[in-house]
Every structure is written in C-alpha cells, then in structure tokens.
C-alpha cells in the first residue's frame, strides 16, 4: 500500500509542477488554494486551525503570516497526523505551543550561554526535543519564505536551504 501511495504522490507532484497556469492545482502559484493542494499531495493531515485561530495566531504574533503557512495551519495547525517524509511526533509545532516558541527559543539560546539576539519578524513555528528550532521570517515579501534553524550550542542561526511549504510538507 505504502509503494501506490508513494507512486501516486510522486505523479500527482509531476502533475503539480506541470500545471503552469494552474487551472487543476490553484489560482497561481502563491494562492491558499494552491499551497492547499500542495500539502494535501503531500499527504498532509491533521486538525485544522480555523480562519478565525488563525487571525488570533497572526494577531498575537503581531506579524503578518505567509500563505504557505496559513495554508498549513489550515490543515493541521491544531495537530498533525501521521504523513509525509518527516516525523513530527517530538516536536511542538501545533496549536497551543505556536505562542510560546519564541520565548522558547530564547530561553534555549540564553541556556547555552549564546548572545545572539532573535531576528525581530521571526516566527518560531517548531522546536524539536528542547534543542533544536526553527523559524521564518513574516515581512510581506514571501508567500514561502526561507526556513532558518537554531540547534543547542550553535554560534549564529542557519539557513536551512528549504522553504518553508517545502519544509513542512517533508518533501
């Protein structure tokens, strides 16, 4: 079962990417719709954040939250099943911990001895295990943006060379 489901994501990827002017797979390429499509190709699941826990997140967070990631959390911002390439199991990357991981983050930092100072439009969106996080930055100019990360006793904080739909559909 698991090999036609891999066969059929890869298919349905090619399709996605063959898609140029998007009539199957979203209105353009930066769309909710079509970010949508991208995690669910993906197998992406989970308990959806709803528009309105959205609106609170990216208010409390003062921040303006990037489509691939309203799309995400449209999906599975509460709670992620079981899916895709990587596991999520021992990280907080859902509902009530979204509030709380830059605090997080720099108390990670300040245990470690570091001085770094957390980027201001930084959204800390998972932390693994304690020791390792990761976060974007929200500044109107990306709908996916770059992911950056912090591990225990790094020096400066390292851009990971994904984006974040990349990132958190784990293709």
Not at 38 to 46: I, N, P, Q, T
Not at 48 to 62: K, Q, V, W
Not at 107 to 130: K, M, N, W, Y
Request: glycine share 10%; hydrophobic share 35%; charged share 20%.
């Amino acid at each position: 079962m698991a090999c036609y489901a891999r066969q059929f994501q890869n298919k349905s990827s090619m399709l996605f990417t063959r898609d140029i002017l998007h009539c199957l797979f979203g209105l353009g390429g930066g769309s909710l719709r079509s970010y949508r499509w991208k995690y669910k190709l993906g197998f992406v699941a989970g308990d959806p954040m709803s528009h309105g826990e959205i609106d609170e997140l990216e208010a409390f967070l003062s921040l303006p939250l990037p489509v691939s990631y309203r799309a995400y959390l449209s999906i599975a911002g509460n709670r992620r099943t079981p899916g895709g390439t990587r596991s999520f199991a021992t990280s907080d990357l859902h509902g009530e911990h979204l509030r709380s991981l830059r605090s997080r983050a720099a108390a990670l930092i300040h245990a470690t001895g570091q001085s770094l100072a957390l980027p201001d439009r930084a959204v800390f969106f998972c932390e693994h295990e304690g020791y390792l996080c990761f976060y974007f930055i929200a500044d109107h100019t990306a709908d996916n943006p770059d992911v950056y990360s912090y591990c225990e006793g790094d020096l400066e904080f390292k851009k990971t060379g994904e984006r974040l739909a990349n990132w958190l559909g784990g293709w």
